[in-house]
């Protein structure tokens, strides 16, 4: 399958093309440098992004911002935020503090990032 | 229909809002309805905020009398009613040697009209020494002494305050569908708020009282909205020009006029376009360019990055060319402000007082011994001294807390504009009373807090909170219901 | 009248940075005054990750990222006043404020700094036509509402402006359960991060429309739509062009002013390039002992840059109060050449110790073009680049030795060379 891209890593934003057969990335062009290369080579066989969201608090309209602990696989990412948004804390809840683990058997903590008391 | 009122009015702009408060002068039970979420809505909300001389209309119309005898009477107005009004000269630029036969026409127009104070034309020398920003073009102005500028808003809110505090009833959002004259010769008002009865009512309906005259009288009017776009330039230029400038107008057009704000900022506009709908109040590329363009002679480097908003305004513009002001024959009891387009803010004092006379004379209304002409403003943290804000921080300490971060309003300040008699009901309303949100950032930073307030105050939820009722609202929902999942 | 000795009006990213810099500088008598209930400033509602690369070597939300820095203040104990709302800077430095718990206060500073941050370009200012509808906002007060006070302002969205605000918020309306239908940009390129645009918009397939503005408002009662058309090189509509997008919520991402109202009342110097106070190396500005840094001197790309400049600006600033900051002296006027927009510092101090650093955006998009400094008309530096853009702030440093001459300079010109076609 052919993948076609725009680099992320500085503002040239290379548009990449490379094909992909499932298994191994093949004919990669575009890039200007080595980090465009690899760029392509993991967005293309396993993208992942940090998801950052908002939970419910107990007791109030106003939500605690979230993220996961680290990147979550690209596919996960609307199931992530339906499992996020039906969550409800109760406070003190403090930076760092899981709120889900493992959100949608991704292997991933979701925690907070900001205190609330 | 159990209580029968002396006038129910009918629209609450700065005429029907000034009439109401004149009536109270009187022992009489006054009605207002207003067809929108607030008063002042309409065109008393957005023209051009001058108090004019008086040199402009035709000699021997109703727009010249009433002109000259309205301006007279502002002094007395901030007096009384606490408005903002100064006078700051009017000047009538000519941009060619061959204006001045048309100044020399206008002087004499407004000699005719008794226009007071200093009316006479000034030479390029004094015009520059007077206005150093004029374009190069300038040749020479017809300088009128008795032009001013007033808060609009403030004065409609003014006049409704003070007449609610001396018994008027206000309703809002109170549409009237109908009118008929009944056998006893009162009037039925019926609106979407319920059905009075009235010994008379007053036209003041502005875009729509030609509706109103047209149910009732066969001396029929029709009013085309003339739409005017405008730009307000932020208060950093408030020195730029100190007098309104008039353009002379010629045969390429009415002129565009640039005129400092008691507010401060400057405002530049407004275009004139006969249009069909009188709800039609958007701003168009081509209107906005236009006032730019014409502006530019008055003003050579409009600074465009120091824009903070555009908006346009409809004149009730009628078919004859003046006022439709009083009772018409075929229809007694029901008093017509028809047509009442510029100079109809200046005007406003002068036609309220001779309308609320016709009509006290008409009904044999007697006078309100207890009648109190004072109204006091809400009190404005910007422009206290230290000693009057460490005041008004003891005895309130909202004034501790500045909301409107660009025009210094405080917390204080809103939550009384929403308690006043005939309060704020939403954001555009709030903006009127204080001018929270009027400043460079145009509401982006106090938006969220003013909604909460509103909110609070009015004891419902910050969702149901709109710009200017009806279907205006802020926002569509919680992401969480109080803790509860939203899913 | 109370007494400081570093008066910090801002507690957002610039104004922790410059009280943490001040004092890590040995400061011990610090005052920060903050409009807000909570320190942190516009961090507080940026709740995505990618803050903190260069400062901390990891990726961080907004609030995390301004946790770091509270939490120095907190350990330092350095005494903050939020709720407070400066009402009035004097150019002898005396602070006017308002709050609610402690009514009118005078506070006489030695040293002043300047961290105020900025604010939105509203829509007023575009003069874009159409309807005076509720349904339109710009993208940081929308942002406010869901991220701070949970509130959603609409479902159907167009954003005008591609700067990374507006970038954030496509994909946080989408993450919120909305529709985005457009990210509407004026210019042929985007002033936001290419990450951004990947991620924010080629993620969930919200198109880009590059030279393309927003020309009309449609709605009464709330926004119903948006007429949007194509832009020319002249960035005037092209007619014919237009097409009608159905949406409640237009969010406006097109540019940050910086707040200077209460620099100008100090007298200090604003500079037309940057909006922002005029100031030398040391990041003092034309009024002595008053500092400026963050997005009140100069709208930064990344927040890692303005703790950077602001905590030198603290440091700077304690010096000052010891009397040990050069004053005095020539300054050299900073020039911008070809290409460069919105430099800072404006001026150079001919006594400038240890180095001098200059930050700039480029005016357009440059490929494989050169960052060149000259003093007395001789390069001072001549830095290859491979992509410059208006979105990415450039940097350079320059150590002093390299500045002979610099006494006697009278300009210092930064600009950037283009290969020939």
Not at chain 2, 45 to 65: C, M, S, V
Request: hydrophobic share 40%; with cysteine; proline share 5%.
């Amino acid at each position: 399958m052919k993948y076609e891209l725009t680099c992320i890593n500085c503002p040239m934003g290379c548009r990449i093309t490379a094909d992909y057969d499932g298994k191994e990335v093949t004919n990669i062009q575009g890039f200007t440098c080595a980090r465009g290369k690899a760029y392509a080579q993991t967005e293309i066989t396993d993208p992942t992004r940090m998801v950052t969201a908002l939970v419910g608090v107990e007791g109030t309209h106003v939500p605690l911002s979230v993220k996961t602990q680290t990147p979550i696989r690209k596919p996960l990412i609307f199931d992530a935020l339906s499992e996020i948004r039906k969550t409800v804390v109760v406070p003190p809840v403090h930076i760092g503090d899981v709120v889900i683990s493992d959100v949608c058997g991704s292997g991933v903590n979701v925690i907070a990032t900001e205190n609330i008391e | 229909m159990n209580e029968i009122y002396d006038v129910i009015i009918i629209g609450g702009g700065v005429v029907g809002c000034g009439t109401a408060r004149e009536l109270m002068r009187r022992k009489a039970k006054v009605l207002l309805l207003e067809k929108t979420n607030d008063i002042c809505n309409g065109q008393s909300k957005a023209n051009t905020a001058i108090i004019h001389g008086g040199y402009d209309a035709k000699p021997g119309t109703l727009k010249a009398k009433f002109n000259v005898l309205g301006n007279a009477m502002f002094d007395q107005l901030h007096e009384e009613l606490d408005v903002p009004v100064q006078w700051n000269t009017s000047l009538v630029v000519s941009f060619s040697e061959e204006g001045h036969a048309s100044l020399e026409k206008l002087l004499d127009q407004g000699r005719q009209n008794g226009v007071r104070g200093e009316l006479r034309i000034i030479d390029e020398a004094e015009l520059r020494q007077r206005e150093p920003n004029v374009g190069s073009e300038a040749k020479e102005a017809l300088l009128v002494g008795a032009g001013g500028i007033v808060c609009p808003y403030e004065l409609t809110v003014a006049y409704a305050e003070n007449a609610a505090m001396n018994g008027a009833e206000f309703l809002r959002n109170a549409k009237v569908t109908n009118l008929k004259k009944l056998e006893n010769g009162n009037w039925k008002v019926v609106s979407t708020v319920g059905t009075f009865e009235t010994r008379a009512v007053v036209n003041a309906a502005g875009a729509y009282s030609d509706v109103f005259n047209n149910m009732v009288s066969e001396q029929k009017v029709h009013i085309r909205p003339r739409r005017g776009e405008y730009y307000i330039v932020d208060k950093k230029y408030r020195d730029v020009f100190h007098a309104a400038m008039f353009q002379l107008p010629t045969k390429m057009g009415k002129g565009i006029l640039v005129a400092p704000t008691v507010d401060g900022t400057v405002l530049i506009g407004p275009t004139a376009e006969d249009i069909d709908d009188k709800e039609d109040k958007r701003t168009t590329a081509f209107g906005l360019a236009k006032t730019l363009r014409e502006a530019a002679r008055t003003w050579e480097h409009i600074p465009t990055r120091a824009f903070i908003t555009t908006f346009s305004g409809l004149r009730a513009t009628g078919d004859k060319g003046d006022f439709v002001l009083g009772e018409p024959e075929d229809a007694p009891g029901f008093f017509n402000c028809c047509a009442v387009e510029s100079p109809g803010l200046t005007s406003s004092p002068a036609i309220a007082k001779w309308l609320s006379e016709e009509i006290a004379g008409k009904l044999d209304l007697k006078e309100n011994p207890d009648f109190n002409p004072i109204r006091k403003a809400i009190p404005k943290f910007r422009e206290m001294n230290a000693a009057e804000r460490e005041a008004a921080i003891k005895a309130n300490p909202d004034f501790g807390k500045v909301v409107c971060r660009c025009e210094t309003v405080t917390e204080a300040e809103i939550r009384e504009a929403i308690r006043r008699p005939v309060g704020a009901l939403d954001i555009d309303g709030i903006k009127r009373r204080t001018r929270a949100g009027m400043g460079r950032c145009q509401a982006g930073f106090c938006t969220p807090r003013t909604v909460e307030i509103l909110a609070e105050e009015l004891g419902v939820s910050p969702l149901e909170v709109t710009k200017f009722g009806g279907d205006s609202k802020l926002l569509q929902g919680y992401l969480f219901e109080e803790g509860k999942n939203n899913a | 009248m109370r007494n400081t000795d570093i008066l910090i009006i801002g507690g957002g990213p610039a104004g922790l940075a410059a009280a943490v810099g001040a004092y890590e500088a040995g400061a011990r008598d610090i005052l920060i005054l903050d409009r807000e209930e909570r320190l942190g400033g516009i961090l507080k509602q940026c709740i995505h990750n990618g803050f903190g690369l260069h400062t901390f070597k990891e990726e961080l939300t907004g609030p995390e990222y301004a946790q770091r820095f509270i939490e120095k203040v907190l350990a330092y104990q350095i005494p903050y006043q939020t709720e407070t709302m400066v009402l009035d800077v004097s150019a002898d430095k005396v602070v006017t404020c308002v709050s609610r718990k402690n009514g009118l206060e005078q506070i006489q500073a030695k040293a002043v700094i300047l961290c105020m941050g900025c604010r939105e370009r509203p829509r007023g200012s575009l003069g874009t036509p159409g309807e005076r509808c509720p349904g339109i906002f710009t993208a940081g007060t929308a942002q406010k509402f869901t991220n701070l006070e949970g509130l959603m302002p609409g479902k159907e969205v167009v954003i005008l402006g591609s700067g990374d605000i507006g970038l954030i918020m496509a994909r946080r309306m989408t993450f919120l359960g909305a529709k985005v239908h457009a990210c509407v940009e004026l210019m042929p390129y985007s002033s936001g991060l290419k990450r951004n645009i990947v991620q924010c918009l080629d993620d969930f397939g919200i198109p880009l429309l590059l030279s393309h503005t927003v020309v009309d408002i449609h709605g009464r009662e709330h926004l119903e739509g948006v007429t949007v058309a194509e832009v020319g090189p002249d960035l005037k509509p092209i007619p014919g062009t237009e097409k009608y997008f159905p949406c409640d919520t237009l969010l406006l991402s097109v540019g940050l002013i910086p707040e200077n109202e209460l620099s100008e009342m100090a007298g200090v110097k604003i500079a037309p390039s940057t909006s922002g106070a005029e100031v030398d190396e040391q990041l003092q500005t034309s009024v002595p002992g008053i500092f400026s840094a963050g997005n009140v001197l100069h709208v930064h790309d990344l927040v890692d840059f303005v703790s950077e400049e602001a905590m030198k600006a603290g440091a700077n600033a304690y010096r000052y109060v010891q009397g040990q900051l050069p004053q005095g002296g020539r300054k050299v006027p900073v020039q911008m050449g070809f290409g460069v927009g919105g430099i800072v510092p404006q001026f150079v101090s001919e006594n400038a110790e240890d180095k001098v650093s200059f930050m700039f955006r480029p005016r357009n998009v440059y490929r494989n073009a050169k960052v060149i400094v000259e003093m007395n008309r001789e390069q001072v530096l001549s830095k290859k680049t491979m992509i410059l853009a208006p979105g990415e702030m450039v940097n350079l440093s320059i150590p002093v030795e390299k500045l002979k001459g610099l006494d006697k300079a009278d300009s210092i010109l930064v600009r950037i060379e283009v290969p020939e076609a």
